[in-house]
T-cell receptor, first 114, second 116 residues
Framework: DQQVKQNSPSLSVQEGRISILNCDYT??????FLWYKKYPAEGPTFLIS?????DKNEDGRFTVFLNKSAKHLSLHIVPSQPGDSAVYFC?????????????FGTGTRLQVTL | GAGVSQTPSNKVTEKGKYVELRCDPI?????LYWYRQSLGQGPEFLIY????????DSGLPNDRFFAVRPEGSVSTLKIQRTERGDSAVYLC??????????????FGEGSRLTVL
């Protein structure tokens, strides 16, 4: 049972344009959402997060939008740069439990072309 | 370096053998996590340590898997009687935030385990 879903395995965007990566979740107990970026042969690195009390969080070129009623979040990257080419994982944690245990999606590979 | 260090980076073993994977977290980080990433999947939670104790081991798939963190710093993930299905990248992460205060984890580069 995939509680965090990233339905697009890959996305190609031209440099300078907007990249939009989508993520859906099913567990209504999730209250904190994160995006991680992963380059080949490296561990995932934290990019941006959002709490369920917000619907938008912005950090430079990166903005995450949360739609709780639709159980959907998206990551916008604008303008996209070639260095943004990586696999992006959406992750969520639940308010229950004692650990910040993250549930990850399967990832979306973003390629930014020149 | 200042990041999470994992050794070995690659391990090839035969079915039935015993394997140990080591994680050296960022200095001062009290929380330590092990995740497993299989091909084409996202990382899956295995176990969480707060200090020396395993606060949550609900992700360990079966009793062949065990992890320790005896002094609250370095952790070792131990896999007995390895099976081909154990082949994956094992990721270690640490966090300065105990519990679920922030959720942001600092990952190592992972140990790629291949069971032949």
């Amino acid at each position: 049972d995939q509680q965090v879903k990233q339905n697009s395995p890959s996305l190609s965007v031209q440099e300078g344009r907007i990249s939009i990566l989508n993520c859906d979740y099913t567990n209504s107990m999730f209250d904190y959402f994160l995006w991680y970026k992963k380059y080949p042969a490296e561990g995932p690195t934290f990019l941006i997060s959002i709490s369920s009390i917000k619907d938008k969080n912005e950090d430079g070129r990166f903005t995450v939008f949360l739609n709780k009623s639709a159980k959907h979040l998206s990551l916008h990257i604008v303008p996209s740069q070639p260095g943004d080419s990586a696999v992006y994982f959406c992750a969520a944690s639940a308010k229950t439990g004692t650990a910040s245990k993250l549930t990850f999606g399967t990832g979306t590979r973003l390629q930014v072309t020149l | 370096g200042a990041g999470v260090s994992q050794t070995p980076s690659n391990k090839v073993t035969e079915k039935g053998k015993y394997v140990e994977l080591r994680c050296d977290p960022i200095s001062g980080h009290t929380a330590l996590y092990w995740y497993r990433q299989s091909l084409g999947q996202g990382p899956e939670f295995l176990i969480y340590f707060q200090g020396t104790g395993a606060a949550d081991d609900s992700g360990l798939p079966n009793d062949r898997f065990f992890a320790v963190r005896p002094e609250g710093s370095v952790s070792t993930l131990k896999i007995q009687r390895t099976e081909r299905g154990d082949s994956a990248v094992y990721l270690c992460a640490s966090s300065p935030h105990p519990g679920r205060a922030a959720g942001e984890l600092f990952f190592g580069e992972g140990s790629r385990l291949t069971v032949l």
